[in-house]
């Protein structure tokens, strides 16, 4: 329990800390690419350095529940497990959108509230025991303007992103 607390709070200042977590986490995304059983692509964080594959104990894969979603979805889940031996964190409510244009990720603008401002998500972080899943709704219809256009396109919560395709 002390562990865990210990950590939601080291994860808690992390996040309040960065600056560019956009930024780190799509180099950190693109180090770990996997595919889940529905077919959606993953990507994995690790603890251990991205040129080290001998002991990967402490890892976390985000993955969307289906791969192909039409262009006036209104809900996207994520999956979150951990595969790990260790306890995993993972950014709880903060996300971002991304499309691919010309080859390159581009974050999509949330839509601004009621107040005419971005919206504001808790700093809060999960933490996944080892083998834990936790199922995330991204409620697409209350930050962005439907339908998408359809394209490539993935989610990021922190140092994880899960990519899905709309059609």
Not at 21 to 42: I, L, P
Not at 49 to 78: A, G
Request: charged share 20%; glycine share 6%; net charge negative.
């Amino acid at each position: 329990m002390k562990k865990t607390l210990i950590t939601l709070l080291v994860l808690a200042s992390l996040t309040l800390c960065s600056c560019s977590s956009t930024q780190q986490a799509t180099s950190q995304s693109q180090s770990g690419q996997t595919t889940s059983q529905s077919g959606t692509n993953s990507y994995e964080s690790s603890s251990q350095d991205e040129t080290s594959v001998t002991d990967k104990t402490d890892h976390t894969v985000m993955t969307t529940e289906f791969s192909t979603y039409s262009p006036d979805v209104k809900v996207i889940n994520l999956i979150i497990t951990n595969q790990g031996e260790n306890e995993s964190g993972y950014e709880a409510y903060e996300f971002s959108l991304h499309r691919k244009e010309n080859g390159e990720w581009k974050r999509i603008d949330l839509r601004p509230d009621e107040n005419g401002s971005a919206p504001n998500f808790p700093a809060l972080a999960g933490v996944l025991n080892p083998g834990e899943t936790v199922t995330k709704k991204i409620e697409l219809e209350k930050y962005f303007d439907l339908p998408l256009q359809p394209g490539e396109y993935k989610i990021v919560k922190g140092h994880l992103s899960a990519e899905f395709s709309v059609s």
